[in-house]
């Protein structure tokens, strides 16, 4: 709808964006390099953040930068999510049928890691996403999953991803055990206003916009909405164009954008 009147050849700030169109900031690039650096190693990561600020679009960015000749990515997001039921999943992607029995199927997915490590010469990469909803019992999984070898090796890289309130639990006495074995803890931050703005401009140039669509004043209303949470940035700035080439508005201002939260977003 908007697009044809702002001239874009792409849809900015959807979900489905490609990752090279998308916002990298400095904290951004060395998350990324970080969790490269844990799939080449096969460790045990934990990324957290507070909604909105961009936690699946890092695991998005990390899944296109591994090369697949290397690596094999396995992705798993289940609110509900037991030991079995990860088992499960993770050897349909492998191409496998799970046993019932949890303990046939953690076998198993070992001998297809195997097979995987020492004939395709690849490294397994388990994503768990929305890991805050994880119980203990399945992040306590997580770690006997890891435990080859008399612990001298690891079977896979591990990178459970999550809200704040995951590290928050994870720091309890209870889960001393699950936190020793954590090799990395990242945290995805907020935006600050330069890099709220850049976030912005970034997917309008992929769309392919050829004139400042945002003024300046209507970057600083974003950035008060959104507080630099990337979802938030993505739903005012959507919004905005949507008003703005309704009523005719070829550049959006504070006032435009301002309205646009109070009567559409508040």
């Known amino acids: 709808m908007f697009e044809a009147f702002y ?33 080449e190693r096969q460790w045990f990561a934990v990324v957290t953040g507070d909604c909105g600020t961009g936690k699946s679009t890092a695991i998005r960015r990390l899944h296109t930068q591994l090369d697949p000749a290397t690596y094999q990515v396995l992705y798993v997001a289940d609110s509900k999510l037991t030991p079995r039921h990860f088992y499960k999943a993770l050897l349909a992607q492998l191409g496998c049928e799970a046993p019932f029995y949890r303990g046939d199927a953690k076998r198993q997915l070992h001998r297809e890691i195997a097979v995987l490590r020492g004939v395709h010469r690849l490294r397994p990469v388990a994503i768990v996403d929305e ?58 931050p907020y935006l600050d206003r330069a890099q709220t703005a850049a976030y912005v401009q970034t ?29 938030l940035i993505n739903q005012v700035a959507t919004h905005a164009l949507l008003y703005g080439a309704q009523n005719g508005h070829r550049v959006l201002d504070e006032p435009l954008v301002t309205r646009v939260i109070q009567g559409e977003l508040a």
């Open 7 to 39: 001239g874009m050849m792409h849809t900015p700030f959807t979900r489905d964006l490609p990752p090279d169109a998308l916002y990298a900031s400095a904290e951004g690039e060395e998350l990324g390099s970080r969790l490269r650096y844990a799939a």
């Open 203 to 231: 997917p309008l140039a992929y769309a392919g916009t050829t004139q400042a669509i945002f003024a300046d004043s209507a970057l600083d209303a974003i950035y008060r909405y959104s507080s630099g949470a990337a979802r």
């Open 131 to 188: 890991a805050h909803l994880l119980d203990r019992e399945m992040l306590e999984e997580g770690r006997f999953l890891l435990n080859v070898e008399m612990d001298s090796a690891s079977p896979l890289a591990l990178i459970l991803v999550g809200q704040t309130e995951l590290w928050d639990r994870l720091s309890r006495q209870a889960y001393k055990a699950i936190r020793q074995r954590i090799d990395l803890q990242c945290r995805v």
